[in-house]
């Protein structure tokens, strides 16, 4: 761990800021937003960045055991010491991981314990659009997305007294102290210089095996194909989109500075992005043996986006139908119909790729067990095209997920399917899914702790504490997740697994009185949201913004706008 | 196609990276120097680069070997050197380059290990005196094949011991031209177990590795120190 290409080490500078990412190292390093952060408080403000991921449990117990406190990877100094402790934080079950971290620093566990000598503890990433579960740790919380907001941060930190910085950090734009008197929900920031900002140019590189293991660059920012199920597609609005010769140029300069021969070009939906073909080969022409991907592939043009991949680098590929039936996407809004997925897969293994993932959902609003068989039936089609244009050489595999209805969505107070009518539509899955296509059902005891603190309110901070201590950590690892201390702390909560935590959940059929719209403004108005919720009910299709049509949305104006290549 | 016999140390953190992860720093450190490497030939190229000896995890190594084929493209060895010590990663760090003419790639004769030790040192002493003179010591390795007992002492000499405070200094020497050769942490497990003490593996430490004659190079190599 550390000691990676590109790291930044600037001693005994002040403010030192400590940026963390709640899991295992070999996740965290692969995190692109840590990567953003720790690129501009190092090169463009006076602020030294440093880093610290969550210890897996062995050695958390040796550190224990030994009374080693957590350190930083950079000046391998305490993380205690730090003026701010930063923590990107990407979902739910990445709770207890802060928990332990906090707790393996020495740093009181609770905002309110902390005193003068502790650092600022601070939270961003999209698991803020509800900070409810976790508030009680934090000192602040940051509401969208920071890039603008940096130098301002720093700023506040050269106050002389821990009041002051969280008082200087309060007048910061974006920025909710959970603890102090605020009027109102804070507004979620948008980087409205995303478009004349360069990406990552020389990002950290890991030595040790990663997850996402290739240089990324972000192409695009904010995605409103409108599916109503997506919370990143709120959180992230309006759409940006970063010019092609900024792609390319930083694309060059981060392979030089990184040794890879891979480049990702990432967004929530790269192939919307305006410059896809041109950036794809001027990438690969830059030198030979560079490969270009693509994280994932709209099944509506996907036939067009996989023409685009050189025959050496056809591996596998995802598609997201997400729903199995025609009536339940276009509740959706998710607008693919059975031709346009045939063509995608004919796609797929007329054009050599070796390996097709398909994407579903079960526990969908308005889903019946219908449309579960139905992803059998779709995986069904697709053996078949495998079959008769691949010849058994290419693998299929379905890989199915449970919904959890997100804060800040049209479905943000829909019913959770709940365990049982989760648990029954897996089943009836295994049973009707062809033998020969893999079957990956996600864990379905860790998507009831997903549901319990997507939607929580306050109070639900004694939940994840109570389950941290009876021995929850890694929750989104299936080997460390431990069922038996979620349930008994749900239980002492009076909850059971699956039903929001906090008090006054649930939170009835108006979204104003859900407690994250009292903390976070995302800036999409109550009524879009009752809108599109409607809509999902006809269902009626809602158009993508980037087609001309304005879906009054609410997040564009006072100098926040769409910025698409011409 | 040319072939450059890279030195290099790996010391600080890096001496947690495997052998795999080691290659990888490698390879990509002659990427950001700008050398090419040359690729095998067949469905999924690969460049081609060799560590001859691979190094335990935990250890640290003075003077380790990367044997690399290079494009005609590639720089001169000072330039290339110049190049690579600026591009390698803290932890890792170039100290020559050498041409060499020879195709074949360099076998490991003999290498030699020092580990510091905590415990009391004429303990240690002892154990090192029963390892070289009582029943040769022998280990037993479990693998997905069966198990497989190696006699320590087969490969294993000139061992030694001085005592440092709080502990002691341990060298000995590995052969690798006699059958299977003990690894280093079997050899400081046995005289630890002997010595009654724990075995502290992450202070190993690769001191220098002797290559077979066809790995020689004809030429002076190039030093780091040549350029400063």
Not at chain 1, 25 to 47: C, H, K, W
Not at chain 2, 13 to 34: I, N
Request: aromatic content about 6%; hydrophobic content about 45%; overall charge neutral.
């Amino acid at each position: 761990m550390g000691g990676e290409f590109n790291l930044r080490r600037k001693p005994g500078v002040r403010p030192r800021i400590v940026l963390s990412y709640p899991d295992a190292y070999e996740v965290g390093i692969s995190n692109p937003g840590l990567q953003i952060l720790y690129e501009l408080v190092n090169d463009r403000t006076p602020a030294a960045a440093e880093r610290a991921y969550c210890p897996l449990p062995d050695m958390a117990d040796l550190m224990r055991a030994r009374g080693v406190r957590l350190w930083s990877l950079e000046s391998a100094e305490p993380v205690a010491a730090c003026d701010l402790w930063g923590f990107t934080l990407p979902h739910e079950l990445a709770c207890t991981n802060v928990l332990e971290m906090l707790d393996l620093a020495g740093v009181p566990l609770r905002a309110a314990q902390r005193g003068e000598g502790d650092p600022v503890v601070m939270g961003g990433g999209p698991a803020v659009a509800d900070p409810w579960p976790l508030a009680a740790f934090f000192d602040a919380f940051f509401i969208g997305e920071v890039e603008g907001r940096m130098a301002a941060i720093v700023e506040a930190l050269g106050a002389p007294t821990r009041a002051g910085r969280l008082a200087a950090l309060a007048a910061v734009p974006g920025v909710w102290l959970p603890h102090a008197a605020q009027a109102g929900p804070v507004e979620r920031q948008v980087f409205t210089d995303f478009a004349r900002t360069p990406p990552v140019e020389r990002p950290l590189v890991p030595l040790v095996e990663a997850v996402h293991d290739r240089v990324v660059i972000e192409v695009m920012r904010g995605c409103t194909a409108g599916c109503r199920f997506c919370q990143a597609g709120i959180w992230y609005r309006p759409v940006r989109e970063r010019p092609v010769d900024m792609v390319v140029a930083a694309a060059e300069r981060a392979l030089a500075a990184t040794g890879y021969d891979e480049v990702s070009l990432v967004s929530l939906s790269s192939c919307d992005y305006s410059g896809i073909d041109e950036a794809v080969r001027r990438i690969r022409a830059l030198r030979p043996g560079i490969r270009v991907s693509l994280p994932s592939l709209r099944i509506d043009s996907a036939a067009t986006s996989l023409a685009g991949f050189a025959a050496e680098q056809r591996g596998s590929v995802t598609l997201a139908p997400e729903a199995g039936t025609q009536a339940l996407r276009e509740r959706l809004n998710k607008r693919v119909d059975e031709a346009q997925f045939d063509d995608a897969v004919r796609a797929v293994f007329s054009g050599g790729f070796t390996g097709l993932k398909l994407y579903f959902m079960i526990g969908l609003p308005g889903e019946s067990d219908d449309d579960v068989v139905a992803i059998a039936a779709m995986a069904a089609t697709a053996a078949r095209r495998a079959k008769e244009i691949a010849r058994g050489r290419a693998r299929l595999s379905v890989s199915v997920s449970s919904y959890v209805p997100k804060p800040h969505t049209p479905f943000e107070l829909e019913p959770f399917a709940g365990e049982a009518t989760l648990r029954r539509r897996q089943a009836l899955l295994r049973e009707a899914m062809p033998r020969h296509v893999r079957l990956s059902l996600h864990h379905l005891e860790s998507s009831l702790v997903e549901a319990t603190l997507a939607r929580g309110g306050p109070g639900a901070d004694r939940l994840v504490e109570d389950a941290w201590r009876r021995g929850a950590r890694f929750d989104s690892w299936t080997e460390h997740f431990a069922e038996a201390a979620w349930r008994g702390a749900a239980a002492a909560a009076g909850l059971a697994l699956g039903e929001p935590a906090g008090e006054g959940a649930p939170w009835g059929e108006t979204g104003s009185a859900a407690p994250w719209h009292a903390a976070v403004d995302a800036r999409v108005t109550p009524a879009f949201l009752e809108e599109e919720r409607r809509r999902a009910t006809e269902p009626a299709a809602t158009a993508d913004c980037r087609d001309g049509v304005c879906v009054s949305c609410g997040v564009c104006g006072a100098g926040v706008e769409m910025e698409v290549l011409a | 196609m040319r072939t450059w016999l890279v030195s290099f140390a790996r010391r600080g953190p890096a001496r947690y990276l495997s052998h795999l992860d080691t290659l990888r720093a490698v390879q990509r450190t002659f990427a950001r120097a700008g050398v090419e490497l040359e690729l095998s030939e067949g469905m999924r190229p690969k460049p081609r680069l060799s560590l001859p000896l691979p190094l335990p995890v935990g250890a640290a190594a003075d003077d380790e070997l990367a044997v690399a084929r290079v494009t005609d493209a590639a720089p001169s060895a000072r330039d290339g050197l110049l190049a690579l010590t600026a591009a390698a990663p803290e932890g890792l760090e170039v100290t020559a380059l050498r041409e060499s003419p020879l195709r074949a790639r360099p076998q490991p004769l003999r290498a030699r290990y020092a580990c510091e030790v905590r415990g009391d040192a004429d303990a240690v002493a002892a154990a090192v005196e029963a390892f070289e003179e009582d029943e040769p010591p022998r280990v037993v390795r479990r693998g997905p094949k069966g198990t497989k007992t190696v006699d320590l002492r087969r490969s294993v000499g000139a061992v030694s011991c001085r005592a440092t405070p709080g502990g002691a200094h341990l060298e000995f020497v590995v052969r690798y031209d006699v059958g299977t050769a003990a690894r280093p942490q079997e050899v400081i497990e046995v005289i630890a177990d002997k010595a009654g003490i724990e075995p502290v593996l992450h202070r190993l430490r690769r001191v220098e590795v002797a290559f077979a004659e066809a790995a020689r190079v004809q030429h002076a190599p190039t030093q780091r120190s040549a350029r400063t």
